[in-house]
T-cell receptor, first 119, second 118 residues
Framework: AQKVTQAQTEISVVEKEDVTLDCVYETRDTTYYLFWYKQPPSGELVFLIRRNSFDEQNEISGRYSWNFQKSTSSFNFTITASQVVDSAVYFCALSEANAGGTSYGKLTFGQGTILTVHP | GAVVSQHPSWVICKSGTSVKIECRSLDFQATTMFWYRQFPKQSLMLMATSNEGSKATYEQGVEKDKFLINHASLTLSTLTVTSAHPEDSSFYIC??????????????FGPGTRLTVL
């Protein structure tokens, strides 16, 4: 069975600090997808990134960057120069897929990390 | 991007009543939709997979007779919480899958429905 662990329950930083949110996953499949979502107080999930298991390239999008390491089963998320608007709950999620790369669609979420950025 | 709506956005009901929550894909057809439940300060837990024209597949521990799911069309799935009790109070979120993008698993989430059972 798959499992996603976000060991950091809450993180508090001051604006402009860099912050890294950890995500460790477990799966028996060789083909899978990893995701990060942001959930602001409104509750609606905001999609941030999807990464398939064969693509270990790190990705940068503005102030966001992701580090995927299959050797340690980790998919960490870094926010550079954090801002108050980054305050939210962040979820890491995993979706297993068949050998052809088609996802089964069911997402397993981590427990979430509450990020608070203080002005 | 694609849009998924949920209705109502919040509902308060008395214990013992049934509540129906709708999930609609507004600009695409979704053969598969998923229903998640999120308790306060907790993670999202998958409840069931809703497939158009067939029975829903429920996750272990989810009572199918209590949480009725109907996916009668390619743009609408409904979740009915039957005989609701206070412990059913939660945030219910649906997601819809865009078929052409199934190989890359593009899912779009609705804004959620907050259910409070008194």
């Amino acid at each position: 069975a798959q499992k996603v662990t976000q060991a950091q329950t809450e993180i508090s930083v001051v604006e402009k600090e860099d912050v890294t949110l950890d995500c460790v996953y477990e799966t028996r499949d060789t083909t899978y997808y990893l995701f990060w979502y942001k959930q602001p107080p409104s509750g609606e999930l905001v999609f941030l990134i999807r990464r398939n298991s064969f693509d270990e390239q790190n990705e940068i999008s503005g102030r966001y960057s992701w580090n995927f390491q299959k050797s340690t089963s980790s998919f960490n998320f870094t926010i550079t120069a954090s801002q108050v608007v980054d305050s939210a709950v962040y979820f890491c999620a995993l979706s297993e897929a068949n050998a052809g790369g088609t996802s089964y669609g069911k997402l397993t979420f981590g427990q979430g990390t509450i990020l608070t950025v203080h002005p | 991007g694609a849009v998924v709506s949920q209705h109502p956005s919040w509902v308060i009901c008395k214990s013992g009543t049934s509540v129906k929550i709708e999930c609609r894909s507004l600009d695409f057809q979704a053969t598969t939709m998923f229903w998640y439940r999120q308790f306060p300060k907790q993670s999202l837990m998958l409840m069931a997979t809703s497939n158009e024209g067939s029975k829903a597949t429920y996750e272990q521990g989810v009572e199918k007779d209590k949480f009725l799911i109907n996916h009668a069309s390619l743009t609408l799935s409904t979740l009915t919480v039957t005989s609701a009790h206070p412990e059913d109070s939660s945030f219910y979120i649906c997601s819809a899958r865009d078929p052409p993008a199934e190989s890359t698993d593009t899912q779009y989430f609705g804004p959620g429905t907050r259910l409070t059972v008194l």
